[in-house]
């Protein structure tokens, strides 16, 4: 069972946009921290946004100023809009979320399964 299921990527133009949506699913009883992460060919994953429960963000450098992330603590999920997309910006997207999912509330990291990104100069 997909306790993180990803939307979104695909092949975008140098200068393009997109979004990618991630909703979590199944039982759940506290969501923490979400974000997105990506690992390009040949790269380490590496943070491009978090956003906690009360809405603060945290943005890798690389993305600052390009990206927003946005979470709907109603829905369980959570958005990244990307612009002005570079090719470097090619890489699998992954979300990653801390979910509480039974009475203890304890929570435990997720990942997706990843989203490929393309970007063609």
């Known amino acids: 069972q997909r306790q993180l299921v990803e939307s979104g990527g695909g092949l975008v133009q140098a200068g393009g946009s997109l979004r990618l949506s991630c909703a979590a699913t199944g039982s759940i009883f506290a969501i923490g921290d979400m974000g997105w992460f990506r690992q390009g060919p040949g790269g380490l994953r590496d943070l491009v946004a978090t956003?906690?429960?009360?809405?603060?963000?945290n943005y890798a450098d690389s993305v600052k100023g390009r990206a927003t992330i946005s979470r709907d603590n109603a829905k369980n999920t959570v958005d990244l809009y990307l612009n002005s997309l570079k090719p470097e910006d090619t890489a699998v997207y992954y979300c990653?979320?801390?979910?509480?999912?039974?009475?203890?509330?304890?929570?435990?990291?997720?990942w997706g399964q990843g989203t490929q990104v393309t970007v063609s100069s």
């Open positions: 956003v906690d429960s009360d809405g603060n963000t």
């Open positions: 990653n979320a801390d979910m509480a999912r039974d009475w203890t509330r304890r929570l435990y990291n997720y």
